[in-house]
């Protein structure tokens, strides 16, 4: 029988402080929240430590350390079941050390270690998957019907069925762990308890941190829960303890206990001073200063950023939390973006980089009668232990830094959109009297011959053309401004033409003459050097839709290629990306697909205004083009359309509100095949559908996929001619979007398509897909079937080292 003890008088014992500042911080807050747990049974005691600038400030221990069958009191050295800290202590920092040995791809699916792990459907689950907990895995092992051994759980785990696919949804998994530990124990050739003491714990001289502690520890370590003498021994079928035990030296854990004591998710002892020679040690390498810490700074930095899928609602590092709904050791004023973990019995740790701090708080809670909610006073001691530290909240400027306006969003805690005042490249062009025109006429010896790309998006705030505010307004302002020619691009200069071969023309309000660059050929599309030479300056006022194989990108690149070769000035008067420039998604295209819908290698959704892309194309493409940008004023990289104050003007026919642009980077992708996208109805790409497609099937599939961020319902419709099927009943599904900060358009693309080519291969065109997706391995991996989750891990390396070559052309903050 469980036997029940009222918990005696408070003890507080053993302060102890280092430091030379210790003394001017007040943790009374913090004693006055733990005594309080204590008097309310919540916990029997414990220890509480302060690192701060490099040093321990606050170390106390509370409390009792045993309350029954003796009571004993809690000590600082008290060894403590450490639970799921484990993950992060010992298995996360060895699966990371390998990988920084090179023996271990974190991008790599974990059957190329463990080959018997791809059962089951799991053959697509990666390293990384495991390590952030988006794996699909199921919460824990089952413990029915009985088992026992380190292998029989491995077995279990290799053979478990996902719940579903990767990198779809966060579930905390100890599942992911237990195979992390296999595979450490794998690569390494040494088991798990070993790995961690030789390699992770005695490099930085960790004397009271191991797994399976040894009888002479027993007197120091905090006792956890009674448990069935069976149960108690890790072996169902054990005789060895009859009646209830108190255990003690025995991890809490029931499957690590069956798996001998060492797991991947549990079994860890440690005390709060070696935990605090670790917490330093660990700041000390993120701070680049001396440390035995036994990762590099620059893996190290990888673990504790934001390594979750990119729609994650929940930030996860390799391992570490960071911002999800396990968070609550954070408290309400260490800034999001900071990281740490919790432990079941008790335990957790919170670092705060920023600050140079970190707070451990150690305790058995679960003694003697099992779990207590201790949530509320994790996040209390967090809190005073800010306030004690003079750390605030920053509204989101560390997370802001460290994960980008995207990760902040996804957290779908902090901001989901704004209400700000743009103003774009035009207005501030008028605002400051057309300032970077006269340095241009000065630079031209007085006089400024004027070239104009637009179309109907070319307006300022007023609703004034750019056309007109050129010709008129700047040409009274800066002597010697002279708009001579326009240029439109694909649609024509109203924006109203759906097929090539515009022909050029005339503007009616100015008479001035427009170049057409949407012609026949390709020549007909490429600004003429010759009509270069005759102009100073070329100005670029163009709406883009944030996505690579919109063809203003092209023809901005055609103009900054032709201005390397004649010296005419580029002028971008720049606009928002209406999609946000805060994520950047999709597959970087091959370096030898450049087309007019792919003029150089980037990804689908690539995050940058048209200035910025215009300052990328001339660095990365080494055309020193004379080029001016007119930045925005107010824009942050995380605002989509609708946060700008700006009026929506159709950038082309068919991108008809902010609800097609946000989907325009998935069903373009396949617009180019045999499928409709809405073009030639009323929600142009916001639906798909064919004659031969089920739609109510094809919706229950694509839901059944848990794409996050859009939902799928069927949808009949015949498109108008002369668009693909015209006058021909359809049927597909349309598309709704529910959460568009966590949507991976170009993921969404690639997930239609694969549920097409899965079902209707014989009629579905896969093949014709890549003129616009403009990469053969994804299109190589979509024609043999690869789940999308897959794919996508795949062109994750990719875009890691696009988003750092974009880094020098960027011009607006995260927020």
Sequence with gaps: MRRLLSVGPLLLCTLLLAGPASAQYNFSTVDTIVNQAIANHKIPGAVVIVGHDGHVVYRRAYGERSLVPDRETMTVNTIFDMASLTKVLATAPSVMQLYQEGKIDVDAPVAKYLPEFAANGKGDITVRDLLTHYSGLPPDLPLDPPWHGKQAAYNLAFAIAPLRPPGVRFQYSDINFIVLGALVEKISGMSLDQYVLTHVMQPMGLKDSRFLPPKSWIPRIAPTQWEHGAAASGNPDSHTFPGDVMLRGVVHDPTSRRMGGVAGHAGLFMDADDLSVYAQNLLNRLYGKPSSFPLSRRVLEKMVAPEQPVTGVALRGFGWDIDSPFSSNRGTLFPVGGFGHTGFTGTSIWFDPTSDSYLIILTNAVHPNGPTNILAMRSHIADATAVALGIHADGGVLAAHITGYNESLSGMRHWVARNGNVQTGIDVLESDHFAELAALAQKHGGHLRLGLLTNQTGVDSHGHRTIDVLDHDAASAVPGVKLTTLFSPEHGISGSYDHPGI?????????????????????????????????????????????????????????????????????????????????????????????????????????????????????????????????????????????????????????????????????????????????????????????????????????????????????????????????????????????????????????????????????????KMNVLLGNKKVLSELTAGDDPEYIAEHWRPALETFMAQRQAALLYPDR
């Design 503 to 767: 022909p050029n023309s005339t503007d009616a309000a100015t008479g001035l003459p427009i170049v057409s660059l949407y012609g026949a050929t390709a020549a007909q599309r490429h600004p003429s050097l010759d009509l270069m030479r005759q102009l100073d300056a070329v100005v670029i006022d163009l709406q883009d839709a944030g996505v690579r194989y919109y063809t203003y990108d092209a023809v901005l690149q055609y103009f900054l290629e032709a201005a390397a070769k004649t010296g005419t000035d580029i002028v971008v008067l720049d606009r928002p990306d209406p999609i946000n420039g805060a994520f950047v998604q999709g597959p970087v295209s091959d370096v030898d697909a450049e087309s007019y819908v792919d003029p150089m290698p980037i990804p689908v959704r690539h995050g940058m205004t048209l200035g910025e892309l215009a300052r990328y194309d001339n660095q990365q493409l080494h055309l020193n083009a004379p080029l001016t940008v007119v930045a925005m004023k107010g824009w942050q990289r995380g605002d989509w359309f609708d946060s700008t104050s700006l009026a929506w003007i159709n950038p082309s026919p068919n991108l008809r509100d902010l609800e097609e642009a946000t989907l325009y980077p998935a069903l373009g992708l396949i617009e180019t095949t045999n499928i409709s996208v809405g073009r030639g109805t009323d929600t142009p790409f916001e639906l798909i559908g064919a004659p031969w497609i089920d739609g109510p099937a094809l919706a229950a599939y694509l839901n059944h996929r848990d794409i996050p961020g859009v939902r799928f319902y069927a949808a009949d419709f015949t498109p108008e001619k002369p668009y693909p099927y015209g006058a021909q009943p359809c049927s597909g599904v349309r598309i709704l979007v529910t959460q568009r900060n966590v949507l991976n358009a170009p993921e969404l693309g690639v997930e239609i398509a694969a549920a097409l080519h899965r079902f209707y291969s014989d009629q579905f065109q896969l093949q």
